[in-house]
Nanobody, 126 residues
């Protein structure tokens, strides 16, 4: 069992940057693949980025490649999402998610994650 709490959201102008953090409580954080998803008004929640248990593999939604970077600090039970060159289309509630995994693999679907945070709002103004 793990509980997740996101932070770092806010209001930023287009072209700006934000760094989201997600702290996990509980044990064995290093056994969880981690992901970030987002949901904007009137739309389905969508995959943004994921990182494997050892950080040996990452994957991104095409529209954020080159702008967003996912990383993790297993000693601090924390996963990050560095977001640069933000666009109004990035406006959404961002959620982190955890997938218990014995393998160093990537999960990109919602169904693949067992635990979710409450989300943090990111608003990008034009």
């Amino acid at each position: 069992q793990v509980q997740l709490e996101e932070s770092g959201g806010g209001l930023v102008q287009a072209g700006g940057s934000l760094r989201l953090a997600c702290v996990a409580s509980g044990s064995a954080f290093s056994l969880y693949g981690m992901g970030w998803f987002r949901q904007s008004a009137g739309r389905e929640r969508e995959f943004v980025a994921a990182i494997s248990t050892s950080a040996g593999a990452t994957q991104y939604k095409d529209s954020v490649k080159g702008r967003f970077t996912i990383s993790r600090d297993n000693a601090a039970n924390t996963v990050y999402l560095q977001m640069n060159n933000l666009k109004p289309a990035d406006t959404a509630v961002y959620y982190c998610a955890a997938d218990f995994s014995l393998w160093d693999t990537i999960t990109t679907t919602e169904a693949g994650y067992e635990f979710w945070g409450q989300g943090t709002q990111v608003t990008v103004s034009s």
